[in-house]
């Protein structure tokens, strides 16, 4: 991403000692997996496909009264201090024989420096004046034995809904897509995200060669529920809008949260120059569910080691360096991409595909 003229302005005059003022970072492809432990706690061969990145500690359930994501051994994101879970829906090409094929992901690069991806995602934490990075809470509960323990209970949030058909329903300024003509995101195209140069549907025109999805997530929070039934009530937007930090909270969710963004770059190259790219306008490019750009969502959950999120925002790290204030340290691309784990939903998600897998494992072409 590039922030010019819409919204390094507001970050340079929020704080002028710090060029950009946000992390920015590689979280590479943890697996493909049909779980969501989030949504669909407990459940193997969810409705639809995600792909996951963050720390190897991922598994069905998460169960928040007992489930400690910074205990995770490894992350596939850049600060290894980072163990959050960071996931979305995968993208396919749909040919016009009927077939599917998940859309390869690629590293982000811009003047702001090319990040180093096997997959995933590259994520954003954008403060706007003093922010509360997602503090652990500490609750005492009984064990059965009697014994009172301490338990670190972490925030987690959903951004955008898997089941919305509806472009006009969806907020453009936190959920978009644009179409890149060329494979190298330093010929950068607009300006900043989730503006008049994107759209919220998936874009078709022939000539894009990549497109780059981008999900904004809320940056208010009632200040007391780490989640709710829906994952999305006890945060609210903010009065701003875009890639920006967020403006003034609502009264009933005061307290202001960094900006958290995805981006992912996804390569349709090869698909462009298929013999089966549609000739009649279809979008031939959908989300696991069969849905399009508007069904985009993006899920959240907390897991940074102790109070190291805090300090890098109150400190002003900045992009994807060591940052010695906030104890936060980036590892080599070659450590990161090598955080995987097994698929606990088991299925051949690669290659052509007879239909999508939602229900039924998936089905070679």
């Known amino acids: 991403m590039q922030l010019t003229s819409l919204a390094a302005p507001a970050l340079l005059a929020q704080n002028a000692a710090a060029q950009f003022n946000m992390l920015r970072f590689a979280c590479s492809q943890l697996v493909v997996d049909r779980i969501d432990p989030l949504v669909n706690p407990g459940m193997q061969y969810t409705p639809h496909l995600h792909q996951f990145a963050g720390g190897n500690s991922l598994n069905l359930t998460m169960d928040p009264a007992t489930h400690d994501l910074a205990a995770s051994s490894c992350t596939s994101c850049s600060f290894k201090e980072d163990k959050s879970n960071y996931w979305t829906a995968v993208m396919f090409y749909k ?29 954003y934490y954008i403060p706007s004046g003093t922010v509360t990075a997602f503090k652990k809470v500490i609750k005492h509960l009984e064990e059965h034995l009697g014994a009172l323990f301490d338990l670190m209970q972490g925030f987690r949030m959903l951004a955008g809904s898997a089941t919305q058909t509806d472009p006009n329903k969806v907020t453009k300024t936190n959920i978009c897509h644009r179409c890149w003509t060329s494979t190298s995101e ?24 990549m497109i780059r999805q981008t999900i904004i997530f809320p940056t208010c929070w009632d200040g007391t529920n780490l989640d709710s ?79 190291t999120l805090q300090k890098a925002m109150d400190n002003s790290c900045n992009l994807n360096t060591d940052c010695a204030a906030a104890g936060i340290h ?33 089905i070679k072409a």
């Open 95 to 123: 040919s016009t024989n009927g077939t599917y094929k998940r859309v390869p992901q690629v590293g982000n690069g811009g003047p702001q420096g090319q990040l180093i991806n096997n997959g995933g995602l590259d994520v």
């Open 186 to 209: 330093d010929n950068f195209i607009g300006g900043a995200p989730c503006t008049d140069s994107d759209t919220v549907d998936i874009p078709t025109d022939k000539t894009c060669k």
């Open 330 to 362: 980036a590892q080599a691309p070659a450590e990161y991409n090598a955080c995987t784990i097994e698929q606990q939903a088991p299925e051949d998600v690669d290659g052509w595909l007879a239909a999508l897998p939602m229900g039924e494992m998936a």
């Open 229 to 307: 039934p829906d994952h999305q009530s006890h945060v609210a937007y903010s009065a701003g809008s875009g890639a920006n930090g967020g403006g003034a909270c609502p009264s009933t969710h005061p307290v202001k949260l960094p900006q958290i963004m995805y981006e992912l770059m996804w390569n349709v190259t090869e698909f462009t120059n298929d013999a089966t790219f549609p000739t009649d306008g279809s979008n031939p490019y959908v989300y696991s569910m069969n849905m399009g750009g508007s069904a985009a969502h993006g899920d959240y959950l907390f897991g940074w080691g102790g109070d």
